[in-house]
């Protein structure tokens, strides 16, 4: 591990053990009352500067940032970023336009609605609408699926609801995406192993704080009690059909559902394509942003595979 590396990760778990940090607190009213507050005062609007050329377009009852680099060359990620519980928009749109540029893709960037403003069943049929869209436009064969942390969460979800719509004969066959990267994905532990093995990397985990992940199930099910488990858990997903994917995790909280996802790939026939790495030491999502050594290294990784498509 670079020496910026142990002192970036140090500082950050330093601060997390002051306590500056909050972790959820108990109440879900009061939580929930925060965050749509925090949901309220930022909004989705256009990005103003000139980096690349940007357009939104309406897909469904949801708009959809398409960013076009200069560099562009008939092909397109789909780019969904983290967030959760929080309309978390703004903060990767420069990651997505860094990856857009470096690799010459047009970057679909939907903007969904946090899990504290519609179910996961209603941003699951978002994000498939637009992908959907994508896939008329440039060929599945010319698409590439990328998501960080809660963004990997639903790039799992995609795959499922990809697999269930195709088999529906009423339905409209539509192909699987050409590459998948998901950056530290997240999702629901299910078993309680897998409960023990988040709890305790919670605890050091540089940024995720103890009990956020029940917490944030016991919010989702609180809104949206029907949401089934295939769309909250690896163990339950279908990875059937799923295209070559690439997992870049640190020891960290998210990965406490590594080995089911890798298992989920294995019951859905896609061994050979789930290529997981986990790199010690790291912090969360560090694959997208190249600053120290070992990001650097594979967010190059990333660009190369997206640059064969």
């Not at 965050?35 to 256009?46: G, L, M, S, T």
Request: net charge neutral; charged share 25%.
């Amino acid at each position: 591990m670079s020496l910026g590396t142990k002192i970036v990760v140090s500082a950050m778990r330093g601060i997390k053990k002051t306590g500056l940090i909050k972790g959820p607190g108990a109440d879900l009213d009061a939580e929930l009352r925060r965050a749509r507050d925090y949901n309220r005062k930022h909004p989705y609007q256009e990005p103003t500067d000139r980096k690349a050329a940007y357009q939104t377009i309406q897909v469904g009852q949801y708009p959809c940032l398409v960013i076009r680099p200069e560099n562009q060359a008939g092909k397109a990620i789909l780019y969904l970023h983290g967030g959760g519980n929080h309309d978390a928009w703004k903060a990767e749109v420069a990651f997505a336009r860094a990856y857009g540029k470096r690799a010459g893709m047009d970057v679909y960037y939907p903007l969904y609605l946090p899990f504290t403003e519609a179910s996961p069943a209603n941003t699951a049929d978002f994000i498939f609408n637009v992908y959907r869209d994508m896939v008329k436009e440039y060929s599945a064969a010319k698409v590439a699926v990328l998501g960080s942390s809660y963004g990997g969460f639903l790039a799992m979800q995609l795959l499922t609801w990809i697999n269930r719509n195709n088999a529906d004969e009423a339905k409209a066959h539509v192909e699987m995406p050409k590459l998948l990267i998901m950056n530290s994905p997240f999702a629901y532990p299910k078993t309680e192993e897998e409960w023990k093995r988040a709890a305790a990397l919670e605890r050091d985990d540089a940024m995720i704080t103890p009990g956020a992940f029940r917490w944030m199930l016991a919010l989702t099910m609180k809104l949206a009690p029907d949401t089934p488990d295939w769309l909250l858990y690896p163990a339950d997903m279908n990875f059937h059909h799923a295209p070559e994917t690439c997992v870049f995790y640190t020891d960290e909280a998210c990965s406490a559902v590594a080995d089911a996802i890798q298992h989920g790939y294995e019951r859905g026939g896609a061994a050979e394509k789930m290529h997981m790495h986990i790199e010690p030491g790291m912090m969360h999502c560090y694959a997208s942003a190249p600053v120290f050594k070992e990001s650097r290294r594979d967010f190059g990784q990333q660009i190369a595979l997206l640059r064969q498509i």
